[in-house]
């Protein structure tokens, strides 16, 4: 697989110079992988850290900055960060207020975190942590004990870092982070598999003919796979599914996501299909993100993400945020 890189040993580096560069907002510490909100710490506000594996870009430095993260901790590509990332991160960030860890369910991500969260503790710092697990492909997959956590993460962190900009206290904070996860869904479809650059070629076999439903992020396995279905084919059955474990009584936010390598015409194009079947499904729709926000390095195909909302979480998701992935109202 041709690449754009120099050495695979350098591609995180080489990809938190280039976003220093890009960034003057944001400070990025190349040497010990922590990037963070040049303001920060904001006095008197909660401090919002996540973090993972990278390849998932924009996921999480792209989501650093108002209104959204106050930090975020880059590993290796699909490697959990270590501890001692996201201690640094939550030191230079604290106010005093707290710190929220939002956590991704994945083994790697989980065990770091919660040990860091002591480490952190035991240097005066209030964490509290959100585990985020929305996909409702499969359970107990490579990598995880439960749900893992994928498109949800990115509602969660908008909507939690918009009530931390308004100055709640943690323990609000953390309900609300909460409460976002427990009303979003997510559902992968893979066209291709995704190529590491450690790896150089495709991390699994998938045939030309054929797709995966319910990937993870990371190119685990789904549900099942089968030959190629059309765009209408699968919205219906990405949303089916989500349906069944969701069952919104209101509104819903829809995230249509792309892996990587899908471009955005076939993703406009699968959106006005999600947006058919949820019509005809009698679910309301509040507002509809459509793009590369949760991606898995080069993979074809898309995930769709239901967040069932409030008046509340409607009002924070559309409060002002800017950072290098998401923008709006400022």
């Known amino acids: 697989m041709k690449m754009l890189i120099n050495v695979a040993?350098?591609?995180?580096?080489?990809?938190?110079?280039?976003?220093?560069?890009?960034?003057?907002?944001?400070?990025?510490?190349?040497?010990?992988?922590?990037?963070?909100?040049?303001?920060?710490?904001?006095?008197?506000?909660?401090?919002?850290?996540?973090g993972g594996g990278s390849g998932h870009e924009p996921l999480h430095g792209g989501f650093v900055g108002p209104g959204m993260l106050s930090a975020a901790c880059p590993g290796e590509v699909f490697t959990s960060p270590v501890p001692d990332q996201m201690v640094r991160a939550a030191a230079a960030v604290d106010s005093g207020a707290?710190?929220?860890?939002?956590?991704?369910?994945?083994?790697?991500d989980v065990l770091n975190f919660d040990m860091a969260a002591e480490l952190a503790e035991d240097e005066g710092i209030q964490v509290a942590k959100v585990l985020v697990n929305d996909d409702v492909a499969v359970t107990d997959s490579l990598y995880t004990a439960g749900r893992r956590g994928t498109g949800a993460t990115l509602y969660v962190e908008k909507i939690a870092g918009a009530a931390a900009e308004e100055g709640m206290p943690l323990e609000r904070v953390e309900a609300i982070a909460r409460q976002v996860n427990e009303n979003a869904r997510s559902f992968g479809v893979a066209l291709s598999a995704c190529s590491t650059p450690a790896k150089g070629s495709p991390t699994f076999d998938l045939p030309s003919g054929e797709l995966e439903l319910g990937v993870g992020i990371h190119g685990e396995p789904g549900r099942e796979r089968r030959p190629m279905m059309t765009s209408s084919e699968i919205a219906a059955y990405a949303v089916d599914v989500v349906l069944e474990d969701l069952?919104?009584?209101?509104?819903?936010?829809?995230?249509?996501?792309?892996?990587?390598?899908?471009?955005?015409?076939?993703?406009?194009?699968?959106n006005a299909e999600v947006q058919r079947v949820l019509t005809e499904r009698g679910v309301v729709v509040a507002h509809t993100l459509v793009g590369n926000y949760v991606t898995s390095l080069d993979m074809a195909g898309a995930s769709v993400t239901l967040c069932q909302v409030d008046e509340e979480l409607l009002r924070l998701w559309n409060a002002p945020v800017r950072t290098a992935g998401l923008r709006w109202g400022i």
């Open 9 to 50: 040993e350098t591609v995180v580096a080489d990809a938190l110079r280039g976003m220093a560069a890009a960034h003057p907002e944001l400070t990025v510490d190349v040497e010990n992988r922590v990037i963070v909100r040049r303001d920060a710490p904001v006095d008197g506000k909660v401090a919002l850290v996540s």
């Open 98 to 108: 707290g710190v929220l860890f939002i956590v991704k369910n994945y083994t790697g």
């Open 247 to 270: 069952a919104p009584r209101n509104p819903v936010l829809v995230l249509v996501n792309g892996m990587g390598a899908t471009p955005l015409l076939e993703l406009y194009g699968f």
